[in-house]
């Protein structure tokens, strides 16, 4: 038998249709936040233009990072977890050799460095380990990385501001987890 469209809207479920029905509908509720609570998870909130971010893996603080877009797709990213600072430069548009050490001079105010940045295929980073340099960061109003091709600009401004929301949300985070290790962290930036 056809069901027309109006008997379809007179459809009702037969009593032993509905106690297989409902139940499947319940699992599914309970089985997809269960399946995604595995994965990685994070939290965010806005600091002028960066984004500031708690990540979760499963139920254990991984790290926070601060990232802002820059021009032609490009992402800067700072990173503080309780293994340190580091930053990381990000395009879709890149083709890096990954394990290549790229060199390049850093810029920042009166402060000018070489260092060697890592690769991936799509982005390099380095870890910032100079506390001068680190200091310069909350304060200069760019951090120009000067590569053999091209100069990546990346604005500084709210960055003492997001900086100091960066070290809270690893102190608050990374402490909730080892004075109570029995309650899940908040999950909070």
Request: with cysteine; glycine share 4%; proline share 7%.
């Amino acid at each position: 038998m056809m069901m027309t469209a109006k008997h379809a809207c007179q459809w009702r479920p037969r009593p032993r249709q509905r106690r297989i029905f409902v139940p499947m509908v319940l699992l599914a509720c309970i089985s997809v936040p269960a399946l995604a609570f595995g994965a990685e998870e994070s939290k965010s909130e806005t600091i002028g233009p960066w984004e500031i971010e708690a990540i979760f893996k499963g139920d254990k603080f991984d790290r926070c990072s601060i990232n802002r877009k820059l021009d032609d797709d490009i992402v800067a990213t700072f990173v503080r977890s309780s293994g340190g600072l580091s930053l990381e430069l990000k395009s879709p548009n890149w083709q890096l050799e990954r394990g290549q050490d790229y060199p390049v001079t850093m810029k920042l105010g009166p402060l000018s460095f070489d260092a060697k940045l890592a690769a991936e295929p799509s982005s390099v980073s380095m870890d910032v380990t100079d506390k001068k340099f680190e200091a310069g960061l909350r304060s200069a109003k760019a951090l120009n990385v000067v590569a053999a091709a091209a100069t990546i600009k990346v604005p500084l401004d709210k960055s003492g501001d997001a900086f100091d929301r960066l070290a809270e949300c690893v102190e608050k985070n990374d402490k909730s987890v080892r004075t109570n290790p029995f309650v899940a962290p908040a999950r909070q930036p």
